[in-house]
């Protein structure tokens, strides 16, 4: 029910409604970083509004909000972070609020800069899309046996670089590396098979010690929010590095991230069930209840100087494994969590090719180029072409979105 109305003029269909309420890490020119609230086309400058005494019933020092990254406030824990939401929540939707008068307090996202919101501690993907693994395995290996053995049974992953991971905004340079061409010896080139994987991370927002296992009735309570994240590939250096030990550097030269975190308790609304799970899974790794969430997701490619084409329309509730069962086996040898550790989901295809949450699947391999909009054919990502992805929550009225992550990939250096 959208009963809430805020007095910030808020356009219809924006991600950042007053049902979102996301944190993110801004600055203005000569300022230094802080922690800020989107709300519509605009920033709350959470640090202000807690040196004016706005947050003083919750006992917080104002300094935490000055700071370069969300850490230190995401560690006092979910029942001050959610406080401080829902307070300003009723400060911006209260008619009569004080902040009415400082209109220094909201400032527009143009005139912001966005910075990477947490200092990342370790990073792990996971490959938890059926459909994705599926392709993935029939174009890399064989169509009859796409799924390893092991696929159905535990929620797959790696642990990535966390020092690549960059916001929003920063371009990238095509990577150069070792290749193997089917008819010659390996090969030193910039990657012919540049891609995009659409995929989303969320942050941990609670630690445990070495030796602690997290069940998954207790693993959302570790998880701080979500974000859109672009786990960049270069496909023709990962086929020809990855066997056996996974993932290298056809991953880890970058990965973009969106800029506001949008809170689990933010998604709420938007639980639905998770897909069917055969055969049943271990027990450590049954759940109840609805531990999947109803996000819309859609990535473009924009050429340079032209327009963009949207390429895939995906959602959040086709994967297989929850992040729930994810935080559930992470931890289940004993494996500690910090916060600001990012896990991102794996690339999250559905059931169609206008669904695949990749090039490597949307042109089989290269096989099947896709025209865009403009007229251009694209089997992989050009050079000065733009991946741009979104996402977004909607229900009964209200909407809670995730706004853009986007990125140039430059030409190799
Ligand atoms: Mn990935």
New binding site residues.
């Given amino acids: 029910m959208n009963t809430l109305k805020t007095w910030v003029n808020v356009p219809e269909n924006s991600d950042f409604s007053i049902y979102n309420l996301p944190f993110g890490i801004f600055s203005l020119k000569n300022k230094k970083r802080r922690i800020g609230i989107a709300i519509g086309t605009q920033i709350l400058d959470v640090y202000a509004l807690s040196k004016l005494g706005h947050l003083k019933e919750l006992s917080i020092d104002s300094k935490v909000f000055k700071n370069k990254y969300l850490n230190d406030f995401i560690s006092l824990g979910k029942e001050k972070t959610n406080a401080v939401r829902l307070k300003v929540q009723e400060l911006l939707s209260d008619k009569d609020s004080p902040l009415r008068e400082l209109s220094s307090l909201l400032i527009k996202q143009e005139d912001a800069t966005m910075h990477l919101p947490v200092k990342i501690g370790d990073y792990t993907?996971?490959?938890s899309s059926i459909e994705h693994a599926t392709n993935v395995g029939s174009l890399f290996r064989d169509p009859d046996n796409a799924l390893m053995p092991n696929w159905r049974h535990l929620p797959v992953g790696y642990h990535?670089r966390s020092s690549s991971i960059i916001v929003t905004g920063v371009d990238i340079h095509r990577p150069k590396g070792q290749t193997k061409p089917a008819d010659s010896a390996p090969i030193y080139q910039a990657s012919q098979r540049m891609d995009f994987?659409l995929?989303m991370g969320y942050i941990i927002g609670k630690k445990t010690k070495l030796g602690d296992t997290v069940t998954t009735d207790e693993a959302e309570e570790y998880i701080f929010g979500k974000v859109l994240?672009n786990?960049w590939?270069a496909r023709d250096i990962q086929v020809w590095e990855y066997i056996p030990l996974g993932?290298f550097l056809g991953?880890n030269f970058a990965?973009s991230i969106s800029p506001w975190i949008v809170t689990l308790e933010a998604l709420e609304p938007f639980r639905v069930e998770t897909p069917e799970q055969k055969p049943t899974v271990l027990p450590y790794l049954q759940t109840t209840g609805l531990k999947n969430y109803n996000i819309n997701l859609e990535v473009a490619i924009q050429p340079q100087d032209s327009k963009e084409s949207i390429v895939c329309k995906s959602n959040f509730k086709y994967m297989y494994w929850s992040m729930a069962q994810q935080i559930a086996h992470h931890t289940v040898n004993g494996c500690n969590l910090n916060v600001g550790d990012m896990m991102?989901?794996?690339?999250i295809s559905g059931k169609t090719t206008d669904s695949y949450g990749s090039m490597l699947e949307i042109s089989k391999a290269g096989k099947q180029p896709i025209t865009l909009d403009d007229g251009e054919k694209r089997s992989f990502i050009h050079d000065y072409d733009t991946v741009i992805m979104r996402g977004f929550c909607e229900k009964d009225g209200i909407r809670v979105g995730f706004g853009e992550v986007k990125g140039m990939v430059l030409p190799a250096l």
């Fill in positions: 993907d996971f490959y990535g994987e995929e994240f786990d590939t993932p991953k990965s991102a989901s794996g690339t």
